[in-house]
């Protein structure tokens, strides 16, 4: 059985860092694409980063620079070091893992339960 775990959400201050891992358990993903999306409260899921099996990053617009996701496909995991935290960064946020190199949310093809971010001011 697939699972997929995230960890290390918490509460952070405005310009701070926060790094968020996924283990995921069940089966090998080392050619998946392992990705990160996330839900502010009242707002759709939107995709975050995605990072392919060969290592190839892709970001939505408003995390670029701020921003990397990393993996390690012997032990699994992905890993979101979120730097310059903003306000609108508040959400869950969930891990998700695909076969299509897709970052579409419907495309995913397992998914973690989430872990929260909170940003204050």
């Known amino acids: 059985q697939v699972q997929l775990v995230e960890s290390g959400g918490g509460l952070v201050q405005a310009g701070g860092s926060l790094r968020l891992s996924c283990a995921a358990t069940g089966r090998t993903f080392s050619t998946y694409a392992m990705e990160w999306f996330r839900q502010a409260p009242g707002k759709e899921r939107e995709f975050v980063a995605a990072?392919?099996?060969?290592?190839?990053?892709a970001y939505a617009d408003s995390v670029k620079g701020r921003f990397t996701i990393s993996r390690d496909s012997a032990k699994n995991t992905v890993s979101l070091q979120m730097n310059s935290l903003k306000l609108e960064d508040t959400a869950v946020y969930f891990c998700a893992i695909n076969q299509r190199a897709s970052v579409r949310v419907n495309d995913m093809d397992y998914w973690g339960k989430g872990t929260l971010v909170t940003v204050s001011s």
């Open positions: 990072i392919s099996g060969g290592g190839d990053t």
